[in-house]
């Protein structure tokens, strides 16, 4: 779909790679896929392409990208949704998901995956266990809300319960769902549907920007949260957001972000060179970037 109109790059050995988004400064994603490519003993350059920076929207940084030559590009918020309908080729999870986080270039066009779902998967699987027959309730409705249901919904939990501020939004995300999932209890709501949704819950998933240093605060009433729940956030920084201090405070089981990010660089990581990286040394490469920033 995109044509390269500018050879930037050709003939250098240097793998390039990126990652679009807008606001992205705060990112670990560089460190972590050059670090990653040290170990490997490629040589791979990893540049953020901000939209705030570059004043570019949509399909316009889509293309921007294309032009610049690269092997390999991650996506954020808020081009998931845009970057799902602008590649040529749909992985099957990203195409059941309906969101495109990892772009891969080649001769034939480009193709999209979505390394979030295996990301958020290991932020399950290591930070809280087995869910299955659990009621969950989840908070945000966009790219990485998408890739975090349909983890969920993997795990055979019993009813999955999606919340957005915009109800159509929810209700979207939750029909696709339904699509992907037939025999599970989804059901969508807003602010309104909270207390319902809440009655049973045994596990609660942020997958908003709520919780953010850009968006403080936190998408659901302390009063909520109890002893025995896990709560689960899509975001890394701050290491502890509003919903996982009182969810931890109400002796709750909680886990960050971290993890995803780590699962879904390696997934992409591997997408872009065709090496599987050290998912252990990537972890320690986080967990040491974290304590720089403190």
Same mark, same amino acid.
């Given at each position: 779909m995109f044509e390269r109109r500018r050879r930037v790059g050709d003939?250098?050995?240097?793998?390039?790679?990126?990652?679009?988004?807008?606001?992205?400064?705060?990112?670990?994603?560089?460190? &972590?896929?050059?670090?990653?490519?040290?170990?490997?003993?490629?040589?791979?350059?990893?540049? &953020?392409l901000d939209a705030e920076v570059e004043n570019l929207t949509g399909v316009d940084m889509l293309q921007y990208a294309a032009d610049m030559r690269l092997v390999g590009a991650n996506v954020t918020q808020p081009f998931k949704e845009v970057a799902f309908h602008s590649v040529d080729d749909l992985d099957p999870v990203a195409e059941a998901v309906g969101a495109v986080n990892t772009i891969v270039y080649g001769p034939n066009g480009t193709q999209g995956f979505n390394t979030d779902v295996d990301g958020?998967?290991?932020? &399950?699987?290591?930070?809280?266990?087995?869910?299955?027959?659990?009621?969950?309730?989840?908070?945000?409705?966009?790219?990485?809300?998408?890739?975090?249901?349909?983890a969920t919904l993997e795990r055979d939990v019993e009813q999955l319960w999606i919340i957005d501020l915009d109800l159509s939004k929810a209700a979207r995300l939750a029909e696709r769902m339904s699509r992907a999932f037939p025999a599970m209890q989804i059901r969508s709501g807003d602010r309104d549907q909270v207390a319902e949704a809440m009655k049973a819950a045994t596990g609660v998933i942020n997958a908003s920007t709520m919780g953010a240093a850009a968006h403080p605060g936190?998408?659901?009433?302390?009063?909520?949260?109890?002893?025995?729940?896990?709560?689960?956030?899509v975001l890394y920084a701050p290491a502890e957001t509003a919903l996982l201090r009182d969810a931890r405070?109400?002796?709750?089981?909680?886990?960050?972000?971290?993890?995803? &990010?780590?699962?879904?660089?390696?997934?992409s990581f591997q997408l872009f060179h065709h090496v599987q990286p050290d998912i252990s040394a990537m972890w320690a490469d986080f967990q040491s970037l974290i304590a720089e920033r403190r």
């Open positions: 003939g250098v050995s240097v793998r390039r790679t990126a990652l679009l988004g807008g606001g992205i400064s705060y990112s670990l994603s560089p460190a &972590l896929h050059e670090r990653a490519a040290k170990r490997a003993n490629i040589d791979v350059s990893y540049v &953020l958020f998967g290991a932020e &399950l699987d290591d930070g809280i266990g087995d869910i299955a027959g659990g009621r969950v309730v989840q908070f945000g409705a966009g790219g990485a809300g998408a890739a975090a249901a349909f936190t998408p659901l009433p302390p009063e909520h949260l109890r002893e025995g729940m896990w709560v689960a956030d405070v109400r002796g709750a089981t909680t886990v960050n972000g971290g993890r995803m &990010l780590v699962h879904q660089a390696a997934c």
